[in-house]
Each structure stands twice: as structure tokens, then as C-alpha cells.
């Protein structure tokens, strides 16, 4: 069975210092990989999506970059955090060619202070 | 542009009685939209709920039903009875065709009453 992980589980950084989310899916080759941020009480957004290793597209700017260092890992961040960057961050997957439904993991809550 | 809208939450009924949660969407740029709702339940993770590819048919899962209607641009959530189970955050969400997009609404919270 497919498992993912994302890691820390919950955040407290200060505006302007780095950051790094990850996320790890295990059990699954070659899997389509995504990001999503949702801001308190907003709408869950779409960040970036990748279908192999090495790249990445963006969907929303919001000074935020994404990389896929393996085929089963995907990495969020930035050097400078903004305020605004606080919220929900979810990863998914879904299998190659994408005509499946997404898979989401647990999440990471960011508070930038 | 492609978006989805949905019912304001949060919204409260009692145990048995019917729900419907109003999704519509436009998709502008998606040739051929696919549609899902998606439930978060307490303490849980976002979870598919149901899914539909075709305008004109009905997916169904846990008892809920939606239906794909091109006409309308609509995508209503409708259970004939809900449980205190059923209390969770349901997200419907449009898709194109390879799906590496998905636009989501922004949730209902429903809480169901015993």
C-alpha cells in the first residue's frame, strides 16, 4: 500500500527565515507529486505539480519554490518567509498519466510570526 | 478563468434529515472538466469522495450523490439522510483531463446533530 509522509507536522518560523517542508511517498513508482497551501479560512490552492524528477511547474506564485530531488520525494520552500505564508500545507500524489484522483497526505501547519 | 464555487459554510443539520452542499464551476480553459468531491473528516486526512469524468452521470459513494451537469456548470452534493458521521469538510474541485491541476471551492463544514 502507498504511504506518504509529510514532515514536520507543525511550524513556528519567524518572517524572513528560511524554510523547508517535505514530503515522502512510499510504495509507488514514479508518481505525480503536488503542493497545496491553504490559508486560514481560505480556499486550497494548487502550488506546483511534478511528473518526473527534476521538474517542476508552477501554479501559484506566492515566492515559494518547489524541487523533486527523487522520485519519491518533494520539497516546498523559500529563504525569506512573509507573513502571509501561514497556513495548511498539503502534498499529494496520483498515479502516472494523472487520470486518477489525488492522494493527500496528513499536512503541515506554518505559523509565521 | 477556472474556478469552483460552493455553498458558505458552516452549515448545521440534524441527524436524518437531507443535505444538499451547491458546487458550480467554470472552466474556461479545461476542454474536457472532471469533477470531484473531496471530505476531510475530524482528525483526518483530504479524502476522495466522489468522482465524476462524464457530463451527465452520477457518482455516488457513502450514500452521497452528485451529479455532472454540463448545462448548469453544476456539481450539487446530495444525501437523503445524514448520520453524525457524516460531520466533516466537503471540497468540490474541477480538474482537466490529466488532472495536474485541480481547482478546489473553498469547503463546507457540516456538522451534523444528533
Known sequence: AQTIHQWPVAEIKAVGSPLSLGCTIKGKSSPNLYWYWQATGGTLQQLFYSITVGQVESVVQLNLSASRPKDDQFILSTEKLLLSHSGFYLCAWSPVGGAEEQYFGPGTRLTVL | ?114
Open chain 2, 1 to 114: 478563468g477556472d474556478s469552483v464555487t460552493q455553498t458558505e459554510g458552516p452549515v448545521t443539520v440534524s441527524e436524518s434529515e437531507s443535505l444538499i452542499i451547491n458546487c458550480t464551476y467554470s472552466a474556461t480553459s479545461i476542454a474536457y472538466p472532471n469533477l470531484f468531491w473531496y471530505v476531510r473528516y475530524p482528525g483526518e486526512g483530504l479524502q476522495l469522495l466522489l468522482k465524476v469524468i462524464t457530463a451527465g452521470q452520477k457518482g455516488s459513494s457513502r450514500g452521497f450523490e452528485a451529479t455532472y451537469n454540463k448545462e448548469t456548470t453544476s456539481f450539487h452534493l446530495q444525501k437523503a439522510s445524514v448520520q453524525e458521521s457524516d460531520s466533516a469538510v466537503y471540497y468540490c474541485a474541477l480538474g482537466g483531463s490529466n488532472y495536474n491541476v485541480l481547482y478546489f471551492g473553498s469547503g463546507t463544514k457540516l456538522t451534523v446533530e444528533p
